[in-house]
């Protein structure tokens, strides 16, 4: 799944230079049994009254006080049935019932075989009602026992069926349900979206299942390893088509309810998870090519590919598909892909096997509107989900604790897909700051957790949905990436071929890809101090990283588990007692040294001594995983070196040691002015890695500062040393009418715009202002370039009032191309008037005016300008009962939510309101939010101490340096 809560380049300028840090969680498909086979299955009746067997005004309600010892009451699956088969047939119901409620009707049966006898079915069932008693069949000659009890069981979410006898193991059985459910539009499983187009409002069904929602879809085994075959058919108009995970088989009509209804079949699935399911019915249009014997279709409203909004999607699907091929040296196992974008939907995008569902700023592009940082979304989120395909959907992990492997490894390899179809962007080295510096953010926290966890540790929805955070996609992405290099790509990509074949249809733990690594180092002659797995147990079992520094005096080398407040309490013990085998790149001056490892605490290498004229360098390419320290008479050396020849230190190295020194002396290790010290050379650089790394990191500052005297000197600083950045690309556009020619160069013009406006540089407020009025003069033209609106339009409603405010909004009411909206949606926060705020908080929660998808971010974004973030605050503290229950499921990320809205939280008042906000809230809870709100804890506590600590030297470097 792609990552859900995204921020584009031109979003994430404005977050940050408001201070904002939002930190950054599937479907069913069956079999239609031919005629021979129905003759094999003997159906049987259950015994008793309806009540025992799930009618639904009577089936029994779930007990409150089951022992919990038993099976039902346990969130896991028992291990003695296994799916082979499911045939599903489902209604979607696109007009609200005479209650104004849209729903689905079903039914379902399901081919188990029993492994191991048992008197008890387990099959997970969520928000369903039965219409008819349960029938249970025996199958290829089995005699099934009779039903002597049926009741849903809400808390495990299981349907519990009670039988008179055992099930015989090695026999095979089948289940029918028939059921109804509400198509809800809460954005899980299988839900309705909406829209309007021509002043008419369409709906849509589709699904969203990871991570265990297609039991909300129709009742199943609803576990990663309970892989099965499914066909799927769809009832639905015949002005509507109705697409599913295969092909379609057959389409025929037929009169039901007095309405002429098509009945679409799909063809018969692979063998797959229940996480995989996609069925959609909509009135969408698509475009389509072959990239060899593969159909590839881009769908979307019929209006978005009327405009060409899916072409460029189109274009890199077929080569980044071709890539994997070649990647993963297996053909790409299904017929078709489809890649639909729908109005709503809460994560980035899912990887669903052979119709990949997205967020429509995520799949389509209007180069007319659309920033670069919008087509960089779209090419990326396209590499992670078809990447997916083969190391997610052919190899599945057996149980979430590994969900790191498929999304870590697909964060890596997306950047190899879009760098293959977009060669010239250099894509690769933005994981650097995309995934390695953001999640050592998270990663630096005691409240953080290892890649992968015990199995028993992870059993509710609740806890796998935590899961889908940082640590599983960016730090899973950046140890790949750091074992890729340091066996080789060819090692790597050998071993990743063997494990694919061996296990394609099949489930697997992460010890199995160390395996077929190990098989490739063996047969390739790589030498390693220790064996793969040992090296990467150290990287995937404990949480955390170290922070390696390295003395150029003595050649001493050491290493320590790195906490951005080094006096948190660790109270998660590790196997390794936080030690790490770590592969050190490094030069002297520009000379590559040999690698060195460091496999204990502390370590000599006495190449590692320097003289007085040259200076050693760590981590080269930021290709480690971990933070690199220096003595202090090296540390002058890199900094003399950087004022006097930038060029001579690697771009990712020059972004690597300014974001290293921050967060260094965040912890303690060094001065914070040394750190700040780190940024006096930018305005000779123009380059956007290290002006990102800076900005991101000066965020920090503006967090704990903009409320305090600091707030203008350290403007003043800001002013002066982007002005020359900001001249730069006034003279490269030609005065901003062109665009500049490199990829990151336009990242750093985004840059140069949105620092000098925040911080007052004259000249851009009148730029912002002037067009944004040119604008608001003429509707109907916009004259700003698409890569700087966000920046613009946020100046210009930052610095005007109610016109410019709303303005935006009608603007954003009537946009008709999602990453336009994002735009202005993030503008809208920028504004200064508390009232303005207090208004768009209110709409934040009303899905008329901001669509339930978009609910967190906007509250976070507001949350990041320095005049919202209390208002924000309490918004949520007033409003949590009401957007944990209304807003709960699938369609409210908690954790990006407490996340965002207490990042500048630095005084004891503030932590004081956060613990009493845990108290309060207790009962209620906080679901995928509980770790977020242990790690705001942590981070407030860290942020007073820092404050405390540093903000008189930090007062007197900015005005001595601003000067």
Not at 684 to 694: G, T
Not at 818 to 828: F, G, H, M, V, Y
Not at 866 to 877: C, K, M, N, P, T
Request: negative net charge; charged residues 20%.
């Amino acid at each position: 799944m792609g990552k859900g809560f995204y921020i584009s380049k031109t979003l994430a300028v404005v977050g940050i230079l408001l201070a904002a840090a939002s930190i950054a969680t599937i479907i069913a498909l069956a079999v239609v049994y031919s005629n021979e086979k129905a003759k094999n299955i003997e159906s049987v009746t259950p015994t008793g009254d309806p009540a025992t067997t799930g009618d639904p005004a009577t089936t029994k309600p779930s007990s409150t006080t089951s022992p919990p010892q038993k099976p039902w009451n346990k969130f896991r699956l028992p291990d003695s049935l296994k799916p082979l088969d499911y045939d599903v047939k489902l209604w979607p119901r696109l007009t609200p019932n005479t209650d104004g409620l849209y729903n689905f009707t079903g039914e379902s049966t399901v081919i188990f075989e029993c492994v191991k006898a048992t008197s008890l079915i387990l099959i997970h069932s969520k928000k369903l009602n039965l219409t008819e008693p349960l029938q249970l069949s025996g199958y290829a000659g089995s005699t099934p026992p009779a039903i002597t009890n049926s009741m849903m069981e809400k808390e495990t979410e299981f349907l519990v069926i009670q039988l008179d006898s055992n099930l015989e193991a090695g026999k095979t059985y089948s289940l029918f349900t028939k059921f109804v459910g509400e198509l809800a539009d809460d954005l899980a499983g299988f839900y309705r979206s909406e829209y309007m187009e021509d002043g008419v409002k369409k709906i849509v069904a589709t699904t969203q299942m990871q991570a265990a929602d297609a039991r909300k879809s129709f009742p199943c085994f609803d576990e990663p390893a309970m892989k099965a075959r499914f066909n799927i058919t769809l009832i639905h108009e015949p002005d509507r088509v109705a697409l599913s995970n295969s092909p379609v088989q057959m389409t025929t009509q037929e009169t039901l309810e007095g309405k002429l209804m098509n009945i679409t079949v799909f063809q018969p699935t692979a063998k797959m998870s229940t996480y995989l399911l996609a069925f959609i019915v909509s009135d969408f249009k698509f475009i389509e090519n072959m990239s060899g014997d593969v159909l590839i279709r881009i769908w979307a409203r019929q209006k978005a590919i009327a405009q060409g909004q899916g072409d460029y999607a189109l274009n890199v699907t077929g080569p980044i598909l071709k890539y994997f091929e070649s990647y993963y040296n297996t053909t790409y196992p299904l017929p078709k892909s489809d890649q639909i974008a729908l109005p709503d939907f809460n994560a980035g995008a899912m990887e669903n096997w052979g119709l990949i569902t997205y967020r429509e700023t995520a799949l389509l592009y209007d180069p007319h509107v659309s920033s670069t940082s919008n087509k960089e979304r779209v090419v990326t989120v396209i590499a992670h989900e078809l990447a997916h395909q083969w190391f997610g959907n052919l190899v599945t992990v057996r149980w979430w604790n590994d969900l790191w492997l498929n999304e870590g490894f697909a964060s890596y390899v997306e950047y190899l897909g879009a760098d293959y179809a977009e060669p010239s962007w250099n894509i690769k080295d933005l994981m650097v700051l995309n995934d390695v510096h953001r999640v050592f953010a998270v990663d630096a926290l005691a409240s953080s957790h290892p890649l992968s966890s015990k199995e028993d540790e992870i059993n509710t929805p609740a806890e796998i949905s935590e899961l889908f955070d940082a640590i599983s996609y960016s730090k899973g992405a950046s140890v790949l990436r750091m074992l890729s290099v340091f066996l080789t790509e060819d090692v790597f990509v050998k071993g990743l071929r063997t494990y694919l074949n061996e296990f394609q249809y099949n489930n697997t733990v992460y010890q199995d890809l160390w395996d077929h690594l190990q098989r490739a180092v063996d047969s390739s002659g790589v030498s390693l101090p220790h064996k793969v797995e040992d090296i990467m147990n150290r990287w995937t079992l404990q949480m955390g990283f170290p922070v390696v520094t390295i003395n150029t005096t003595t050649g001493q080398v050491t290493q320590k588990h790195f906490l951005v407040d080094p006096d948190s309490v660790v109270n998660r013990t590790s196997p390794f007692n936080y030690i790490w085998y770590v592969p050190i790149s490094w030069t002297k001056l520009e000379n590559a040294q040999p690698q060195y490892w460091l496999d204990q605490t502390t370590g000599t290498n006495d190449n590692m001594k320097t003289t007085e004229t040259d200076w050693l360098l760590a981590n080269i390419n930021c290709t480690g995983y971990f933070r690199v320290n220096y003595d202090r008479e090296n540390w002058n050396k890199l900094l003399q070196q950087m004022e006097s020849n930038y060029t001579v230190i690697p771009v990712i190295n020059r972004a690597q040691l300014i974001d290293d020194a921050f967060n260094l002396a965040r912890a303690g290790y060094i001065p914070t002015t040394l750190a700040l010290d780190t940024t006096k050379y930018l305005s000779k650089d123009v380059e956007y890695m290290p002006w990102e790394s800076a900005i991101d990191n000066l965020g920090y500052f503006s967090l704990m500062f903009d409320r305090t005297e600091v707030n203008g000197p350290m403007q003043a600083y800001l002013r002066k040393q982007v002005t020359p950045l900001f001249d730069y690309y006034e003279n490269l556009t030609s005065n901003w009418t062109a665009l500049p020619p490199g990829h990151t160069q336009q990242y750093n013009q985004i840059n140069a715009v949105s620092v000098a406006c925040k911080n007052g540089v004259k000249k851009c407020q009148e730029l912002a202002s002037s067009l944004y009025q040119e604008w608001m003069d003429n509707p109907s033209v916009n004259p700003i370039e698409p890569n700087l609106r966000t920046s613009i339009y946020c100046s210009a409603i930052s610095t005007g009032g109610a016109a410019e405010w709303d303005f935006g909004w009608e603007m954003f009411k009537n946009a008709t191309i999602a990453t336009e909206a994002d735009k202005l949606r993030s503008a809208l926060s920028c504004a200064t008037q508390p009232w303005i705020l207090n208004r768009y908080l209110e709409y934040s929660l009303q899905a008329d005016k901001i669509r339930k998808q978009d609910a967190t971010s906007t509250i976070v974004y507001i949350a990041g300008n320095v005049v919202g973030q209390s208002l924000a605050w309490d918004f949520i503290r007033s409003q949590w009962n009401t957007i944990f229950n209304q807003y709960g499921g699938g369609s409210f990320s908690f954790s990006s939510l407490i996340n965002g809205v207490t990042q500048r939280f630095s005084s004891e008042f503030e932590l004081k309101q956060l613990e009493q906000f845990q108290k309060d809230n207790a009962e209620v809870g906080f679901g995928s939010g509980t770790r977020a709100l242990e790690q705001a804890l942590e981070r407030t506590r860290a942020n007073i101490k820092w404050l405390s600590e540093n903000k008189a030297s930090v007062l007197d470097w900015f005005k001595r340096e601003s000067l």
